[in-house]
């Protein structure tokens, strides 16, 4: 659905410019949605960003398992600041152009972070399996160094995919009209605006899918079922509870992004419309990264214990005998 701010040609030359039109379809809810999805950011940045104050102030936080949490919060971070303010500027100043440069950024730095926040929900199921599994090695296990190495390897597994995808796209030519049915710069809303074959683009495009989203995926899954055997094997109720209760929070994350990136990204292009994939794309980009924070701090007993002592101003006393 044109609106009127794009230009009716379709046998332009080049593009020099993109027009995101989040939302388009639906101009009289802007204003409403520009507020909500304002708060839905300050509170994405304020939830995580205490993650990562708690994890770095609190003695009692030092554990493996809170240093990957920190470096989730963040990826959302830094994730909700490439969408967001774009965003924002599509719905308040509907029209204003794009510079390809800066579209490229934008699907850069996402499909990157992507990539960065399948890997690390992966180590962090990792890591519940060698704690629940291996807990007497666990220590020997996850050092300090090789938490490190896997949190670097996770920040850096996106970049090489990210920069290939996104080259190899803004290589092709852009010849219709340039307004992009969404409201981030995308692989597959920028596809539909080349004038060339991209078959072969496509299918490298759907390998790397399905090996970013579904290894990790089956990675996590297979650690869950070793995390399953060993807690269905113990004699005590309270340890079984304890050592799913652990698992509980990173579960629910999982599922929140993994439900909404496979939907999205394993779909037929000709399976949804524009508008569909737009509001799945808010539960990955704004609700998950919005959430994340409240699910591990409201189940977490050692997160709202900090969280407390930084509230009263308390410090640590160490663990209670």
């Given at each position: 659905?044109?609106?009127?701010?794009?230009?009716?040609?379709t046998n332009q030359s080049s593009v020099h410019e993109f027009i995101l039109l989040g939302f388009a379809h639906i101009p009289m809810l802007r204003?409403?949605?520009?507020?909500?999805?304002?708060?839905?950011?300050?509170?994405?940045?304020?939830?995580?960003?205490?993650?990562?104050?708690?994890?770095?102030?609190?003695?009692?936080?030092?554990?493996?398992?809170?240093?990957?949490?920190?470096?989730?919060?963040?990826?959302?971070?830094?994730?909700?600041?490439?969408?967001?303010?774009?965003?924002?500027?599509?719905?308040?100043?509907?029209?204003?152009?794009?510079?390809?440069?800066?579209?490229?950024?934008?699907?850069?730095?996402?499909?990157?972070?992507?990539?960065?926040?399948?890997?690390?929900?992966?180590?962090?199921?990792?890591?519940?399996?060698?704690?629940?599994?291996?807990?007497?090695?666990?220590?020997?296990?996850?050092?300090?160094?090789?938490?490190?190495?896997?949190?670097?390897?996770?920040?850096?597994?996106?970049?090489?995919?990210?920069?290939?995808?996104?080259?190899?796209?803004?290589?092709?030519?852009?010849?219709?009209?340039?307004?992009?049915?969404?409201?981030?710069?995308?692989?597959?809303?920028?596809?539909?605006?080349?004038?060339?074959?991209?078959k072969v683009f496509e299918t490298n495009v759907l390998v790397a899918t399905v090996l970013v989203i579904m290894v990790p995926f089956c990675l996590i899954a297979v650690s869950?079922?070793?995390?399953?055997?060993?807690?269905?094997?113990?004699?005590?109720?309270?340890?079984?509870?304890?050592?799913?209760?652990?698992?509980?929070?990173?579960?629910?994350?999982?599922?929140?992004?993994?439900?909404?990136?496979?939907?999205?990204?394993?779909?037929?292009?000709?399976?949804?419309?524009?508008?569909?994939?737009?509001?799945?794309?808010?539960?990955?980009?704004?609700?998950?990264?919005?959430?994340?924070?409240?699910?591990?701090?409201?189940?977490?007993?050692?997160?709202?214990?900090?969280?407390?002592?930084?509230?009263?101003?308390?410090?640590?006393?160490?663990?209670?005998?």
């Amino acid at each position: 659905m044109p609106e009127s701010w794009v230009p009716a040609g379709t046998n332009q030359s080049s593009v020099h410019e993109f027009i995101l039109l989040g939302f388009a379809h639906i101009p009289m809810l802007r204003p409403l949605l520009s507020a909500l999805f304002l708060a839905m950011f300050l509170l994405t940045l304020m939830g995580n960003g205490t993650i990562v104050l708690l994890t770095i102030w609190d003695p009692a936080l030092r554990a493996p398992m809170y240093f990957f949490l920190r470096q989730l919060a963040l990826v959302e971070i830094c994730f909700s600041l490439d969408i967001v303010p774009r965003l924002l500027v599509t719905l308040m100043w509907p029209g204003r152009g794009m510079l390809p440069v800066s579209c490229a950024l934008q699907m850069l730095l996402v499909l990157a972070l992507v990539t960065s926040e399948c890997f690390l929900l992966t180590v962090m199921a990792l890591d519940r399996y060698v704690a629940i599994c291996r807990p007497l090695h666990y220590g020997a296990i996850m050092s300090p160094l090789l938490c490190h190495l896997l949190a670097v390897t996770c920040w850096l597994a996106g970049v090489p995919v990210s920069l290939v995808f996104t080259i190899w796209l803004f290589n092709f030519p852009f010849c219709g009209p340039h307004g992009i049915r969404h409201f981030f710069c995308d692989i597959a809303p920028l596809l539909s605006l080349v004038c060339a074959d991209t078959k072969v683009f496509e299918t490298n495009v759907l390998v790397a899918t399905v090996l970013v989203i579904m290894v990790p995926f089956c990675l996590i899954a297979v650690s869950y079922i070793g995390v399953l055997a060993t807690v269905l094997g113990m004699s005590s109720a309270t340890g079984r509870h304890k050592a799913l209760s652990t698992c509980a929070s990173h579960l629910i994350v999982v599922i929140l992004f993994y439900g909404t990136t496979g939907v999205i990204h394993l779909r037929p292009k000709a399976s949804y419309s524009p508008e569909s994939k737009q509001i799945v794309s808010l539960s990955y980009t704004l609700v998950t990264p919005m959430l994340n924070p409240l699910i591990y701090s409201l189940r977490n007993k050692e997160v709202k214990a900090a969280l407390g002592r930084v509230c009263c101003g308390r410090h640590w006393a160490g663990p209670h005998k």
